[in-house]
Structure formats: C-alpha cells, structure tokens
C-alpha cells in the first residue's frame, strides 16, 4: 500500500511538473522570462530528464 501512495505522489508530481512547463511556455511566448522563471524553466525539464533516466535505470537492473 505505501508503494502505491508513492507512485500516487509520483504521478501527481509529474502532472503539477508538465502543467507548470506548459504555462511557463505560454509565458515564454508572450514576453520573456524573468530571471525566476527562467530557472524554474531549466529546473522543470532537468527533473524530468533524471526522474526519466533514474526510472529506466531502476527498470534495467530489476530486469
């Protein structure tokens, strides 16, 4: 069961994540960025890139 509440919360994470990237690229589109939002731009897809990587990491080596 508290495997199931993590990858919940993963899930979730994942979900608030891509819905911010996509707002911050509205934004983009309108006016640039400020010097915050920049970061949180960069920070966004660099997490996802190693939750990708991590996870198919953990896929390998159970394999």
Same mark, same amino acid.
Do not use: D, P
């Given at each position: 069961?508290?495997?199931?509440?993590?990858?919940?919360?993963?899930?979730?994470?994942?979900?608030? #994540? $891509?819905? &911010? *990237?996509?707002?911050?690229?509205?934004?983009?589109?309108?006016? #640039? $960025?400020? &010097? *915050?939002?920049?970061?949180?731009?960069?920070?966004?897809?660099?997490?996802?890139?190693?939750?990708?990587?991590?996870?198919?990491?953990?896929?390998?080596?159970?394999?």
């Amino acid at each position: 069961m508290l495997e199931s509440i993590n990858q919940l919360g993963v899930l979730l994470f994942l979900l608030c #994540g $891509f819905a &911010f *990237y996509l707002h911050l690229r509205r934004i983009k589109k309108k006016r #640039g $960025f400020t &010097f *915050y939002e920049r970061i949180m731009y960069v920070t966004v897809q660099l997490a996802y890139l190693l939750w990708a990587g991590s996870y198919l990491l953990i896929m390998i080596s159970e394999a």
